[in-house]
């Protein structure tokens, strides 16, 4: 399996950002081809020092990192990583990577 993470930094609205990203970007982002699952961080992000300075973590699964760079050339794919730049304004960082079980 191979993931895909999306840190959300603080947006400047927050009730905004979740309006947009729950009833806009999520629907857009589960049409890219190759998604297995698709989930979000629940509630304020924490470090074990307090709370972070990211809003939001969503993380897409897919079964390579061939399939991520598939999905990613798809026009569902492009559309969606375009929409970030709509919403994100506490900025986002896209993290990719293969997975194992230990």
């Known amino acids: 399996m191979a ?3 999306v840190i959300y930094g603080k947006p400047a609205d927050e009730e905004a ?9 999520v629907p857009l982002a589960k049409t ?3 998604v297995r699952s698709y989930t979000v961080s629940k509630g304020p992000v924490a470090t074990p ?10 993380t897409l699964e897919f079964d390579d990192m061939a399939a991520i760079q598939a999905a990613f ?3 569902e794919g492009q559309a969606a990583a375009a929409d970030v730049q709509t919403f994100a304004t506490g900025g986002a960082e896209m993290l990719m990577f293969e997975t194992a079980r230990v």
């Open 17 to 25: 950002f979740d309006a947009y990203y729950f009833g806009h970007h």
């Open 49 to 58: 020092a307090g709370p972070a300075e990211h809003h939001l973590i969503a």
């Open 3 to 5: 993931n895909l993470v």
């Open 32 to 34: 890219i081809p190759g």
């Open 73 to 75: 050339a798809s026009p």
